[in-house]
């Protein structure tokens, strides 16, 4: 059975900094691009960082330059260390994991962690 187990999530004041963590099991964790998305009240879910299995990373825009996704891949384990936080990065944060070239394509998505950043 895949599992994908978010920690780490919490309320913390603007400027401070949180550490998500992304458990996995039941996957060949090395071969699949992992994710963190984010979905606030209201609105829809978005990308907010992906790291490939070659260690190739990639930001949405207003998170570049204060968040940082890391993998390690001996603890089936996906990173989200999040600084200079704001009231605007407020939102559920949801773990990915997807498979993207072998086939068939797969995607897996966990349960959500809450994160609340306090003006």
């Known amino acids: 059975q895949v599992q994908l187990v978010e920690s780490g999530g919490g309320l913390v004041q603007s400027g401070g900094s949180l550490r998500l963590s992304c458990a996995s099991s039941g996957i060949s964790f090395s071969i699949y691009r992992m994710g963190w998305y984010r979905q606030a009240p209201g609105k829809q879910r978005e990308l907010v960082a992906t790291?490939?299995?070659?260690?190739?990373?990639n930001y949405a825009d207003s998170v570049k330059g204060r968040f940082t996704i890391s993998r390690d891949n001996a603890k089936n384990t996906v990173y989200l260390q999040m600084n200079s936080l704001k009231p605007e990065d407020t939102a559920v944060y949801y773990c990915?994991?997807?498979?993207?070239?072998?086939?068939?394509?797969?995607?897996?998505w966990g349960q959500g962690t809450q994160v609340t950043v306090s003006s």
């Open positions: 790291v490939t299995s070659s260690g190739s990373t």
């Open positions: 990915n994991a997807e498979r993207m070239i072998i086939t068939p394509r797969t995607v897996y």
